[in-house]
């Protein structure tokens, strides 16, 4: 029987499973699934999110080969979970002001005060 293994961050969730038609992890050593803010805090466009999930390809090629565990997940939940600061930061995707979450876990947005320079 495969073990499921996952990561969870803040806003990014990697499970070594595939969804199946239910919407069920199916646990899997060959397939992993990425589950990208899963508490609607931010709002997203399609770029932003092809970023991500670009960046989830390539961390996975290059992982390629070693061990599927935990660590290794973590530190790819946790490359993704940086480039989601950086994509916040340079004001390629915003906080979600009417989600059920509103915490500023990424910090307080900056706002511009008039006059100011």
């Known amino acids: 029987m495969e073990q499921l293994i ?17 919407g069920e992890l199916v646990p899997s050593n060959q397939v992993l699934t990425l589950d990208v803010d899963p508490d609607n805090e931010f709002n ?5 999110l092809r970023k991500i999930y670009r960046k989830f390809e390539q961390l ?18 946790s490359d993704l979970e940086h480039l989601l600061r950086s994509l916040l930061q340079n004001g390629e ?7 059920r979450v509103i915490n500023y876990s990424m910090g307080v947005p900056q706002v511009a005060v008039e006059g100011s320079k």
Not at 93 to 99: F, M, V
């Open 6 to 22: 996952k990561s969870t961050t803040r806003h990014i969730r990697i499970f070594s499973a595939e969804v199946d038609k239910d």
């Open 44 to 48: 997203w466009n399609e770029e932003a």
């Open 60 to 77: 996975v090629e290059e992982n390629s080969g070693a061990d599927l565990t935990d660590y290794n997940l973590r530190r790819i939940g």
């Open 93 to 99: 995707i915003s906080y979600n002001l009417t989600g």
